[in-house]
Nanobody, 116 residues
Framework: QVQLVESGGGLVQAGDSLRLSCSAS????????MGWYRQAPGKQRELVAT???????RYGDSVKGRFTISRDNAKNTVFLEMASLKPEDTAVYYC??????????WGQGTQVTVSS
């Protein structure tokens, strides 16, 4: 069972940038799709970006043009570069495989807080 560990969050000001990392306990080479999710207080978890093992990416409308997802299969890691951060980006960010009917066990996530 793949274990996921997210890191890189923090407290930043609006307009700042952050880079999140998601490390997997097993090789990501065979994982066709990986994604970043976020969950704000009182809201459902939402999928914000996905990347296939061929490098195809998709983004939610709220982050398109500001966030960039990438992966390094040699390091079993998926990244999320976040720029022009807004207070509404404040959430706990998680990674997982969006194609699985049953997700991998969720990691602890990494908190991103954007102050205005």
């Amino acid at each position: 069972q793949v274990q996921l560990v997210e890191s890189g969050g923090g407290l930043v000001q609006a307009g700042d940038s952050l880079r999140l990392s998601c490390s997997a306990s097993e090789s990501t080479r065979t994982i066709i799709s990986m994604g970043w999710y976020r969950q704000a207080p009182g809201k459902q978890r939402e999928l914000v970006a996905t990347i296939t093992n061929r490098g195809s990416t998709r983004y939610g409308d709220s982050v398109k043009g500001r966030f960039t997802i990438s992966r390094d299969n040699a390091k079993n890691t998926v990244f999320l570069e976040m720029a022009s951060l807004k207070p509404e980006d404040t959430a706990v960010y998680y990674c997982n495989n969006p194609q699985r009917q049953t997700p991998y066990p969720w990691g602890q996530g990494t908190q991103v807080t954007v102050s205005s």
